[in-house]
């Protein structure tokens, strides 16, 4: 039922399609089982009328002078025809075949169906270009080494198709009129199945941008529970680089912070008035160290900020602490100068 190509595929609409696809297929289903069950329905009383005309016949089947003889009076007769709606054929052939009374152009019963006393039959035929029910049976006569006498009554089948019209419309019409019911229960049971779903989306939408705290899956399906955990894992995650890029951040601005205040310093004190060559010369040698060494500090963070993200391993290497603390005590020097504090370094060079 995809009548409208939707470049994105609906929840809604596929579970939609797939329970009215099967109702609606199942309606021509219903109207064709529904018209067999009315048949049957309709011939059982119209053959059981059928048997018992053939069997009152059967019993009009006598034998006098050592021949086999049929009478029908003619009130019975004109009782076996009066009917309106159908027209009733009867046929009585003796032990030669030969036609004892009623219609001579009824069908006989098929050549390779065997005859049996006392038992009725029924089979469908043609007579005189209409459909007719026959019912038929066998009687064996009072005389000796006699051939069977054949009684058959037809009747045309008009009661029956109006009767069968009836059964079908009595049937179908309560199903066509509750067919649109189905169809809107099956819309309000969507509509309310996927309800959890929309309140889902809403308290998505209502959360603070800042908010990355897990989704409660207390109030959704089961079916879309894992989604959630993984929308939450997803967010566990996050949260977690947003608190490494935090961290980054805070170590970057502790670790320059120290640098860029010598670099500063030494700045003002190669502008200071009265300042010579050598002071001004070595200055500008503690810009440059001050430099080498927040440059070193920068591409330490960056490499720390790579390990934390899971970029790749911190690389190791050997450090020289004698060293560098005499690159630091000697960078600190001139502010412990001008602050009038006792700072030097005793130890290993």
């Known amino acids: 039922m995809n009548i409208f190509q939707r470049g994105q595929r609906s929840l809604f609409g596929e579970i939609l399609d797939w329970m009215l696809t099967p109702l609606l297929l199942l309606v021509p289903v219903s109207i064709g089982v529904t018209w067999l069950v009315a048949q049957g329905i309709a011939n059982a009383p119209f053959d059981r009328a059928l048997e018992y005309n053939v069997q009152t016949l059967a019993t009009l089947v006598t034998v006098q002078g050592q021949q086999v003889r049929f009478y029908l009076p003619q009130p019975s007769r004109d009782i076996l025809r009066a009917d309106d709606n159908d027209r009733v054929y009867y046929q009585v052939r003796g032990p030669e075949g030969d036609l004892l009374g009623g219609d001579a152009d009824l069908a006989p019963p098929p050549e390779d169906e065997p005859p049996t006393d006392a038992r009725v039959f029924m089979r469908d035929e043609r007579m005189r270009d209409e459909p007719v029910r026959v019912a038929y049976t066998w009687v064996q006569p009072a005389l000796p080494d006699s051939g069977m006498v054949l009684v058959q009554v037809a009747e045309t089948r008009a009661k029956q198709k109006v009767l069968a019209t009836e059964i079908i419309k009595g049937v179908l019409l309560p199903q066509f009129a509750i067919l649109p019911l189905a169809i809107l229960l099956i819309w309000l049971a969507l509509v309310r199945g996927i309800k959890p779903l929309s309140e889902l989306e809403d308290r998505i939408r209502e959360r ?142």
């Not at 089961?222 to 949260?239: D, F, I, K, Q, Y």
């Open 208 to 349: 603070k941008p800042d908010d990355l705290s897990p989704l409660d899956d207390s109030g959704v399906p089961v079916e879309v529970a894992p989604l959630v955990m993984s929308v939450n894992g997803l967010l566990t995650r996050l949260h977690g680089s947003i608190a490494t890029q935090k961290r980054f951040l805070a170590d970057a601005a502790h670790q320059l912070k120290t640098p860029l205040a010598g670099l500063r310093m030494q700045a003002d004190l190669a502008q200071r008035e009265g300042a010579s060559a050598d002071d001004l010369k070595q200055s500008l040698k503690q810009i440059g160290r001050a430099s080498i060494r927040a440059t070193h500090t920068v591409n330490q963070l960056l490499a720390l900020a790579r390990a934390e993200g899971g970029a790749g391993a911190l690389a190791r290497q050997p450090c020289d602490l004698a060293r560098l603390t005499v690159e630091v005590v000697r960078e600190a020097v001139p502010r412990a100068i001008e602050k009038r504090i006792d700072l030097g370094y005793d130890g290993a060079e």
